[in-house]
């Protein structure tokens, strides 16, 4: 369980990140961030 939780929160992190690069290299490319997401899922 607890290995789950810590891979959950990992998956988690990088779509954040993931997202916050997309949004901060191109702030009006919102389809980038959907695309961005869509790859991790």
């Known amino acids: 369980m607890k290995h789950l939780n810590s891979k959950r929160l990992m998956i988690t992190s990088f779509i954040v990140?993931?997202?916050?690069?997309?949004?901060?290299?191109?702030?009006?490319?919102?389809?980038?961030?959907?695309?961005?997401?869509?790859y991790v899922w």
């Open 17 to 38: 990140f993931t997202t916050f690069v997309g949004v901060a290299s191109s702030p009006e490319n919102e389809p980038t961030e959907c695309y961005c997401i869509d």
